[in-house]
């Protein structure tokens, strides 16, 4: 973030406002990171009651999310010796859930009708039997998941960090 800034800055299309929130983010972002491995025990927990019993598993995300789900899938491939797939949020409910019915949704930092759209494919997996994990920020009440790991509210285009984190922690724990 701080190329693309130093970049901007560069190029005369620099917006004050805009930089100045997202270098505070990044200052305020490590103090978030401690609050998420605060609670890796019940993340363990979560990942013990769910991973167990789930053969197949997959990833989603959107916008940066997908970022922070591809780099979720890689590790938890690596650690759980599984192959697992890993999509954009909408693009899941147009393959048969069932064959998946553990979806991890990196959803930290999302907002309005993007956080909205989120929610109906969250509600989607559940009809059709999948077991969708939502990780979403602080206070966010829209998912109407299996469970949902909540990270502190960073800069919205700052979560997908914190997506990644529980993400990591949920693959290690299970």
Known sequence: ???????????????????????????????????????????????KAHAPQRRHWALVGNGHNKIAAAEVRIKLSELCYKSIACDATEDKKHIDLSSE?????????LEGSTADDVAKEVA???????????????????????A???????DPTLGFVLSAMVGHLFGYEA
Do not use: N, S
């Open 1 to 47: 973030w701080v190329l693309a800034l130093a970049i901007a800055r560069a190029a005369g299309v620099a917006d004050d406002a805009r930089e100045d929130e997202l270098l505070r983010g990044l200052l305020a972002l490590p103090d978030a990171m401690r609050e998420v491995l605060a609670q890796d025990a019940a993340i363990e927990a979560l990942a």
């Open 101 to 109: 019915p553990l979806i991890l949704v990196c959803a930290a930092g």
């Open 124 to 146: 989607i997996f559940k009809a059709h039997k999948a077991t969708p994990i939502v990780f979403a920020t602080e206070g966010e009440t829209r998912y109407d998941a299996d």
């Open 148 to 154: 949902v790991i909540e990270v502190p509210q960073v």
